[in-house]
């Protein structure tokens, strides 16, 4: 069949304590299309998000974007392959407003810069539009600490999406949140791929993975156990087995 691969991996490997988190994982990212991650606790995949956004080094193996392969990733040129992501712990700059959040990553501008330029009509009209989607608009001139959890999650949400990228590792976007809060983030997700954007999607929720995913990917102790049509997978014996012996 034809795809066309945006992102790979090669015998991709992560050690922690001589323990394989990820075990010469090779695995195939579609462009354009959600391929979501499940696995038991434990089963490596934030530890594989930490590897493709250059969090943590790679032990061995290697990681291919557009062609290019990598064995080291540093978490600032993240961008520069065309990539983003979000974190199971929201990472924001605290003490500034919802907007200059914003701001921030539209003008691609440093912290202090972004602060004190005057920001052009159409950076505000982008930031506008985003804030509107993820529903903050109202909340702009809040400082990002003072928001809630699922306010922080739809900031962080916002950011990545304000960003001129067309990868996106979404790392349980979803968890904790209120249902008009993850109905948001599923709609955001879904144009995004209308876009013909690549989403990497961590999720527990079977019935969201079911709704979203065009491909699915079943990691357990580091190791790919199954993968392919969603429906398919999650009625493989292996994998219910996996799950239910948790």
């Given at each position: 069949?034809?795809?066309?691969?945006?992102?790979?991996?090669?015998?991709?490997?992560?050690?922690?304590?001589?323990?394989?988190?990820?075990?010469?994982?090779?695995?195939?990212?579609?462009?354009?299309?959600?391929?979501?991650?499940?696995?038991?606790?434990?089963?490596?995949?934030?530890?594989?998000?930490?590897?493709?956004?250059?969090?943590?080094?790679?032990?061995?193996?290697?990681?291919?974007?557009?062609?290019?392969?990598?064995?080291?990733?540093?978490?600032?040129?993240?961008?520069?392959?065309?990539?983003?992501?979000?974190?199971?712990?929201?990472?924001?700059?605290?003490?500034?407003?919802?907007?200059?959040?914003?701001?921030?990553?539209?003008?691609?501008?440093?912290?202090?810069?972004?602060?004190?330029?005057?920001?052009?009509?159409?950076?505000?009209?982008?930031?506008?539009?985003?804030?509107?989607?993820?529903?903050?608009?109202?909340?702009?001139?809040e400082l990002a600490v003072n928001l809630s959890y699922?306010?922080?999650?739809?900031?962080?949400?916002?950011?990545?999406?304000?960003?001129?990228?067309?990868?996106?590792?979404?790392?349980?976007?979803?968890?904790?949140?209120?249902?008009?809060?993850?109905?948001?983030?599923?709609?955001?997700?879904?144009?995004?791929?209308?876009?013909?954007?690549?989403?990497?999607?961590?999720?527990?929720?079977?019935?969201?993975?079911r709704e979203l995913s065009d491909h699915l990917i079943?990691?357990?102790?580091?190791?790919?156990?199954?993968?392919?049509?969603?429906?398919?997978?999650?009625?493989?014996?292996?994998?219910?087995?996996?799950?239910?012996?948790?």
């Amino acid at each position: 069949k034809i795809m066309s691969e945006i992102l790979k991996t090669n015998n991709l490997v992560k050690n922690f304590d001589g323990i394989h988190a990820v075990d010469h994982l090779s695995i195939s990212i579609e462009e354009g299309k959600i391929t979501s991650i499940i696995g038991p606790n434990g089963s490596g995949k934030t530890t594989l998000i930490n590897l493709i956004s250059g969090v943590k080094p790679i032990d061995g193996g290697h990681i291919i974007i557009k062609g290019i392969s990598l064995s080291k990733i540093k978490p600032y040129e993240v961008s520069s392959y065309g990539m983003t992501r979000t974190f199971q712990n929201i990472k924001l700059f605290e003490q500034m407003t919802v907007l200059d959040n914003i701001l921030v990553v539209i003008t691609k501008r440093n912290l202090w810069s972004a602060l004190f330029e005057k920001h052009k009509d159409y950076h505000l009209k982008q930031a506008e539009e985003v804030l509107r989607k993820v529903n903050l608009w109202e909340k702009k001139n809040e400082l990002a600490v003072n928001l809630s959890y699922g306010q922080r999650k739809l900031l962080e949400i916002a950011r990545a999406i304000s960003m001129d990228v067309n990868i996106f590792l979404f790392d349980e976007p979803l968890a904790g949140l209120f249902p008009e809060m993850r109905k948001i983030i599923v709609s955001v997700i879904k144009e995004l791929k209308e876009h013909r954007k690549t989403i990497i999607l961590i999720e527990h929720n079977m019935d969201l993975i079911r709704e979203l995913s065009d491909h699915l990917i079943v990691m357990d102790e580091g190791k790919l156990l199954a993968e392919g049509n969603p429906e398919k997978v999650l009625s493989q014996k292996n994998v219910i087995e996996a799950y239910l012996g948790e």
